[in-house]
């Protein structure tokens, strides 16, 4: 079908939908060790079978959310199998820095989500154990130029890569009204033109 790259959700110790907790938030050195194989091991499959690049996904709730988790799990894999999916929402909500994650990985990236989050509801979804996704109910996601990262910072971040990026404008409108996410869509993707993103 022509896909070049698959995106890998890393296990998430709270359910997305019910909430409930699935899985201790930290996992064991084990269970850690046990991850790093697997990973590695998919990412081969999946490049070596399939053609496909294996591209991991920082998430909220999820066993590889904070930088240190980050920085923890690109240590430990093989380039050549697993990238970053940068998720510069999900990396906010992490307490990350998504400009200092493409000075940090700039041979790792090269697929991106937009998405920004509101600084003040993930401070107090963290302050507060909110569920991610009660978070996102209560407003966290957000259309820049509102929340961070700041986006011409981290597009010029991108830009300064030098090399093509595929990237995804997101937000996560979860529940919202169903005529809301046409305009809301065409607002976001409008400012990021202004910022520079998709231009030559």
């Keep these: 079908m022509g896909a070049e790259y698959i995106v890998h959700l890393p296990p998430l110790y709270r359910d997305d939908k019910t909430w409930e907790w699935t899985d201790d938030r930290v996992l064991s050195p084990d269970a850690w060790k046990t991850y ?14 399939f053609n496909l690049k294996m591209v991991l996904h920082p998430h909220g709730d999820s066993h590889i959310e904070t930088p240190e988790e980050i920085a923890r799990i690109f240590d430990a894999t093989d380039p050549r199998y697993v990238n970053l999916c940068l998720d510069s929402g999900h990396v906010v909500y992490g307490g990350g820095d998504p400009v200092q994650l493409v000075k940090d990985y700039p041979d790792r990236i090269t697929y991106v989500h937009i998405k920004a989050f509101d600084e003040a509801i993930t401070k107090e979804a963290h302050e507060k154990d909110w569920p991610f996704g009660e ?64 231009l030559k």
């Design 135 to 198: 978070a996102v109910t209560k407003g966290a996601s957000v259309c820049p130029p509102a929340g961070l990262p700041e986006m011409h910072a981290f597009i010029d971040a991108l830009a300064e890569l030098d090399k093509e990026i595929y990237c995804i404008c997101e937000q996560d409108c979860y529940p919202c009204a169903p005529e809301f996410p046409k305009p809301n869509a065409v607002n976001m993707r409008e400012y990021l033109a202004s910022c520079g993103l998709g």
């Design 36 to 49: 790093v194989e697997n990973a590695n091991e998919l990412g081969e499959m999946l490049l070596d079978e």
